[in-house]
């Protein structure tokens, strides 16, 4: 089952891909780059919000008129970065998504990847409580309904009973102290969340956390423009906590368990939550063949020897031991790692047509950076030395998450 889901996600990856490679080329195929455009938005995120929470006060009174002065008094400024921060926080969550389905799609998440793998499911759980507490600052009738309901949610952990939400029956049961809470957990949490993001690649041999600057330049523009024609704007007033909160225009990628958490039992919720992270944690380990061992590959020129990990491919073997390896996309698009296999058995991967044609393969030929050895092997690539220091084989290296 796990294996058809796998298959049926891997090819609708590879269509995906090829059409992005048509349109913009191997070099600047968003999906070859969407660890480091999640990067990228987080600090777009982190520089945004720095300039808001300069204006922001963390006073009862003062949270939803510093909000409205920064988004209506400053629209140029204040309201155009607030939106930024809005929607380059919903493109980090779509992006982490994306990003997390497509390893899974490769099987790229077993063995030495099972640590970048539940990392990630960590900075799922750091993410989005920043998110939902930012939510929370405005002080709006969103950041109304989104606080109740949150506590409502924690207060039936054991120990609570209700002692949290007993805080938010009276307008005059919240005070600045709790802004205050709140800000500093904003701050607090995007500071984890950064730490997580580069232990998340450490395993991952030359991971690059900068897109290509094209990329990052349409990024921006996309998010300024998003920003100019659909504003963000708080919704239905200050929160008034004597009056019940109607209708409301919810984040979708932010807040979607908030209406699960205001229709069904807090232990409904709490198992969706928990079980579902007990899943993606354990994917790791679901249909995994057996237990192998390292494949020995000598690589030519120099007959470098390496020892390959079960699932590691030669070019993340060959970086990691520092080799001067050609290599570009690293998703089997560009044909840039292409080496001749003169001993031994692969496999071949998930690659593109075009870089690695049938009688290309038949020749011998495989690519690198989709290529996880069967057998050791003996290798040849079409460079002057692997010498680690060496001159690389192409102009550019690039590597991707």
């Known amino acids: 089952m796990t294996g058809s889901v796998q298959a049926a996600l891997r090819h609708a990856f590879m269509a995906a891909e090829a059409v992005f490679n048509r349109a913009f080329g191997d070099r600047l195929n968003p999906l070859y780059h969407l660890g ?92 989005y409580i920043s998110g939902i507490n930012g939510y929370m600052l405005p002080w709006d009738r969103l950041a109304q309904f989104t606080i109740v309901t949150s506590f409502q949610l924690m207060d039936s952990l054991p120990g609570l009973g209700g002692t949290l939400v007993r805080n938010f029956l009276y307008p005059e049961s919240v005070n600045d102290r709790f802004f205050s809470l709140l800000a500093f957990i904003h701050i607090g ?126 070019l993340e073997a060959g970086l990691r031991a520092g080799l001067a390896l050609p290599y570009d996309c690293r998703n089997g698009g560009c044909g840039v790692c292409l080496c001749h296999v003169m001993a031994g058995r692969i496999d071949h991967g998930a690659y593109q047509p075009s870089a690695l044609t049938a009688a290309m393969r038949a020749n011998g030929k495989a690519l690198m950076c989709c290529a996880v050895p069967l057998d050791d092997l003996v290798v040849e690539v079409d460079v002057a030395s692997l010498e680690p220091g060496a001159a690389p084989a192409v102009s550019r290296h690039v590597g991707r998450i």
């Open 189 to 314: 949490v995007p500071l984890l969340v950064l730490l997580l993001m580069f232990v998340h690649v450490q395993r991952v041999p030359k991971a690059a956390t900068n897109p290509p600057r094209p990329i990052a330049l349409g990024v921006s523009v996309m998010l300024l423009l998003l920003s100019i024609l659909l504003p963000v704007h708080s919704q239905g007033g200050v929160a008034d906590l004597a009056t019940e909160v109607g209708a409301l225009a919810l984040d979708w990628f932010y807040l979607p368990l908030l209406p699960l958490i205001d229709d069904w039992a807090p232990s409904a919720v709490w198992g969706l939550l928990l079980g579902g992270t007990l899943l993606l944690c354990a994917l790791p380990w679901v249909g995994r063949r057996g237990t192998q061992r390292p494949h020995q590959v000598a690589l030519h020129p120099g007959s470098k020897q390496l020892a390959v990990r079960p699932g590691e491919t030669l």
């Open 36 to 127: 480091a455009i999640t990067f990228f938005l987080f600090w777009v995120v982190a520089a945004s919000g720095l300039y808001l929470y300069a204006f922001f006060r963390t006073g009862v009174p003062e949270a939803y008129s510093s909000v409205e002065a920064l988004t209506h008094g400053q629209w140029w400024v204040g309201g155009i970065l607030r939106s930024v921060h809005r929607y380059a926080s919903d493109a980090m969550v779509l992006l982490m998504g994306v990003h997390m389905l497509r390893h899974y799609a490769y099987d790229r998440l077993r063995g030495f990847r099972s640590f970048s793998w539940l990392t990630g499911v960590a900075l799922i759980w750091l993410v």
